[in-house]
């Protein structure tokens, strides 16, 4: 399985980003896939997940501003962020987790909120 993350920027806090995660290879076997971002000086953190029924988890802290959707067609995973705060700022990565239990990161992409 392979993944390639895009989509991040500077923006103004308020506003608004849409990352795109494009999967390729094994994808049937992918069982879950997220988003996560790494704040510089923090640990990785889940922001969002989805499973292979379609059904989403989203932390606490993105709850109604960040949107997980998917285009089976494209092979793509999208994440709406909206009403973005500088306590977004980070790199945001997708992962897939496979069916055998495999994981596998894209690379990341940065996304920073000025205030």
């Known amino acids: 399985v392979q993944l390639q993350a895009y989509g991040g920027g500077l923006v103004q806090a308020g506003g608004s980003l849409r990352l795109s995660c494009v999967t390729s290879?094994?994808?049937?076997?992918?069982?879950?896939i997220g988003w996560y971002r790494q704040a510089p000086g923090k640990q990785r953190e889940l922001v969002a997940i989805m499973s292979r029924g379609g059904s989403t988890n989203y932390a606490d802290s993105v709850k109604g501003r960040f949107t997980y959707s998917r285009d089976y067609a494209k092979n793509t995973v999208y994440l709406q962020m909206n009403s973005l705060k500088p306590e977004d700022t980070a790199v945001y990565y997708c992962?897939?987790?496979?069916?055998?239990?495999?994981?596998?990161w894209g690379q990341g992409t940065p996304v920073t909120v000025s205030s």
């Open positions: 992962n897939a987790n496979t069916e055998m239990g495999y994981n596998f």
């Open positions: 290879g094994r994808i049937y076997s992918i069982n879950v």
